[in-house]
């Protein structure tokens, strides 16, 4: 079934106007058609950050007839698709953004994560594995191959491999170690629980009591998944 919760990294994987213009190729820079290009990019993405996705779209699509070529007008409007859950569309714009810039990662990462969203572990799997391969630094993207693992059945241990390599990248990753936490309690680590439980609360110094009280509850939770035998979720 689809998860919403994608979006957290899909907001977070916007793109920006290509450095090297449109497709690669040369640009005038001093055109009206390029400032006219990159005004409207630039529109699009503030109206995506406060959510006004109608006008985003508008002057995305606006970016798409001054430089078609450009793979970042069309992987946010890709963005914006997958938000409304018009799949097919987004599809369609996520393909062209990758044909554009095939060795993109973040836009490998959209596309992965579009279609994790749908249920799609399969595809999800494929293309942020493909993401990963192109920028091993891509920390969503693992987390992302992580969350998808979990989620798709697939063999015991491999989810949990992919975030100890997240955290190797980002130790002080909080969002990480709780993800960590809970594939060890499934698992029935204890040692490794234990491990994540320190270090959470190590990151959590100067929250609020409520914070400190979901906390308590998400250790007790994790305690009384060790008790039941380990599954697949």
């Known amino acids: 079934m689809p998860h919403s919760r994608g979006f957290v990294y899909l907001c977070a994987a916007l793109l920006m106007l290509a450095s090297s213009g449109c497709g690669g190729g040369e640009v005038d820079t001093s055109s009206e058609t390029y400032r006219d290009a990159v005004a409207a990019f630039y529109a699009g993405l503030a ?3 406060v959510g006004e996705d109608q006008r985003a ?3 995305l699509l606006q ?6 070529e450009e793979p970042a007008a069309w992987a946010n409007l890709g963005l914006l698709a997958l938000r409304r859950n018009a799949f097919d569309v987004a599809t369609e714009r996520l393909s062209r953004a990758r044909d554009l810039a095939p060795e993109n990662s ?4 959209i596309i992965g994560l579009g279609e994790s969203i749908q249920g799609d572990y399969e595809h999800a799997i494929i293309n942020l594995r493909q993401a990963i391969a192109l920028d091993s630094s ?3 993207a693992w987390y992302a191959l992580a969350q998808a693992l979990a989620r798709s059945g697939a063999d015991a241990g491999e989810d949990t491999d992919v975030l100890d ?3 190797r990248q980002r130790p002080n990753n909080l969002a990480v170690w709780i993800e960590r936490l809970r594939a060890a309690a499934r698992a029935g680590d ?3 629980v234990s491990q994540a439980m ?3 609360r190590a990151l959590s110094g100067g929250w609020p009591p409520e914070a400190l009280e979901q906390l308590s509850t998400l250790e007790n939770a994790a305690k009384e998944e060790k008790k039941e035998p380990p599954r697949r979720w």
């Not at 970016?63 to 078609?68: K, Q, R, S």
């Not at 973040?106 to 990462?109: E, G, K, Q, S």
């Open 138 to 140: 891509n920390v969503k």
């Open 190 to 192: 204890a040692s490794t």
């Open 198 to 200: 320190t270090r959470i």
């Open 57 to 59: 779209d508008a002057k």
């Open 106 to 109: 973040r836009i490998r990462l």
């Open 47 to 49: 109206a995506v950050q």
């Open 63 to 68: 970016v798409t007839e001054l430089a078609p």
């Open 165 to 167: 390599e997240v955290l």
